[in-house]
């Protein structure tokens, strides 16, 4: 498997050289924490280098998830129009607010139990347009798909997406770089658990105010990489840059 740069060279460091294609990343974050902006700014990085982006939508309207991953340095419309890119809206389909754009796919009747078909039926219609592109996804978000079906039924649908990704990846078909964002203020600690083990690199963003200042603590917890160290940094983030401090050597690096 090729290693992907993330756009941030410094971060790339961390992780042990970058990110392995065909993984998951998971990041974690609090409710006051911006730590959601590091995997949109990835995702707009690499569908810049020529990846097919994936977002698939459990949280927002879509002109209120444009609006976020454009604080982020994302403009979903222009790349979707561009060819660039896919919406899976589930929150559309749930609640009734859908979109006519043709990069933008709904999952009729939703339902639990017929979800994980319909969502690789659309998969295999997104292979065809991203034409041999390595695909980059993000699940927004999976607190959010805990909230509309429950967390056990969640966690077994995660573990059945997982399994047919694998078969999917396994008949030849382009690399898919998946990345799941979750609160962990909306789950239990059950749930957050199982996530980090089907994580192959975790992250946990932690907000902080400190001296009328707001900090944010970053956890680099998994990769699998071989030489890779678990440590803890501090960050700030401004304009949409995160500006990262490794707490044990107060060497500080922009990202």
């Known amino acids: 498997m ?6 941030f060279e410094e971060f790339d460091k961390i992780l042990g050289s970058g990110i392995l294609e065909g993984t998951n990343v998971l990041f974690i974050y609090d ?4 730590g959601w902006i590091m995997p949109f700014k990835i995702f707009q990085y690499r569908v810049s280098k020529g990846d097919f982006g994936v977002i698939i939508n459990y949280n927002l309207p879509l002109s209120k998830l444009a609006l976020r991953a454009k604080s982020a340095g994302l403009d979903i419309e222009v790349e979707g129009k561009n060819g660039n890119l896919a919406i899976i809206d589930v929150f559309g389909s749930r609640y009734g607010s859908k979109r006519s754009d043709d990069y933008v796919y709904t999952i009729e009747g939703f339902d639990p139990d017929t979800y994980v078909p319909k969502l690789l039926e659309i998969y295999h219609e997104i292979l065809k347009k991203a034409n041999n592109r390595r695909l980059i996804e993000i699940n927004f978000t999976v607190d959010g798909l805990a909230f509309e079906i429950g967390e056990d039924r969640s966690i077994r649908i995660l573990k059945h997406i997982l399994s047919k990704k694998e078969y999917i990846q396994g008949k030849k078909t ?9 609160n962990k203020d909306r ?3 059950e749930f957050v ?4 083990e089907f994580g192959d690199y975790v992250i946990e963003f932690i907000f902080e105010g400190r001296a009328g200042q707001v900090m944010e603590e970053m956890y680099v ?7 890779f160290e678990p440590k803890a940094y501090a960050c700030t983030i401004k304009n949409s840059n995160i500006f990262i401090q490794n707490i044990n050597q107060r060497g500080r690096v922009i990202l």
């Open 221 to 227: 917890l998994k990769s699998p990489s071989f030489d």
């Open 2 to 7: 090729k290693i992907l740069k993330s756009g």
């Open 187 to 189: 789950v239990s600690k």
């Open 193 to 196: 658990s199982w996530n980090i």
């Open 174 to 182: 382009p690399s898919l770089l998946s990345m799941l964002l979750l």
């Open 31 to 34: 409710s006051f924490s911006l």
